[in-house]
């Protein structure tokens, strides 16, 4: 691509699209009891994040962790979390795929290292992302980096990101706000 092309290319990446991290989650490690409550309470504020993006023509698209089980694809990883019970079910069920969202499976804690996520918000003509999911101080902030470096703008509404401890979460936040200027105010009501 000619310089040229590739700033028209640029140029033309107008579009906003909703990246949900590892909500499909199975709640099965360290630290997990005290992140479910906040985590519930998080997808709830991404489902309706969702609905209103899906509203306006934004793309959803699920950036997962397929948690060590590298022969599952993403419906294997829902359909886990709704036979588990608990948070993890609540949350499959409040923030359920349709046919028309998007999935990748993440090795890493970013949703860009070793996915086509790139390529997909390339083809989706993404200029914007909006991070919602798990959790603030790690995967969320790892992904956050990544789009940043890449000169996506960010939105990572504070209400619908969750970390094990609130103190962990609101760090992450200032520090995404601050470094990568993302905008982190809540949806709200």
């Known amino acids: ?29 360290d630290g997990a009891q005290a992140l479910a409550p906040k985590a519930v309470k998080a997808a709830a504020r991404a489902a309706a994040l969702k609905k209103r993006m899906r509203a306006r023509g934004a793309p959803v698209i699920y950036a997962n962790d397929n948690f060590g089980r590298w022969e599952a694809d993403f419906a294997a990883v829902v359909a886990d979390c709704e036979h588990r019970g608990g948070a993890s079910a609540t949350m499959a069920k409040l923030l359920a795929p349709s046919k028309r969202d998007r999935s990748v499976l993440k090795p890493r804690h970013s949703a860009f290292f070793g996915t086509p996520l790139d390529f997909l918000l390339d083809e989706l003509r993404v200029g914007r992302l909006v991070l919602a999911g798990l959790a603030a101080d790690s995967c969320i902030m790892f992904t956050a980096h990544d789009a940043y470096l890449r000169k996506y703008a960010l939105r990572i509404p504070g209400d619908c990101v969750a970390s094990e401890n609130d103190a962990w979460r609101r760090d992450a936040l200032a520090y995404m706000a601050r470094v990568m200027k993302a905008n982190v105010d809540p949806i709200g009501a």
């Open 1 to 29: 691509m000619q310089p040229r092309e590739r700033a028209h290319a640029h140029a033309t990446k107008t579009r906003s699209a909703l990246l949900l991290i590892d909500f499909m989650n199975p709640l099965d490690f």
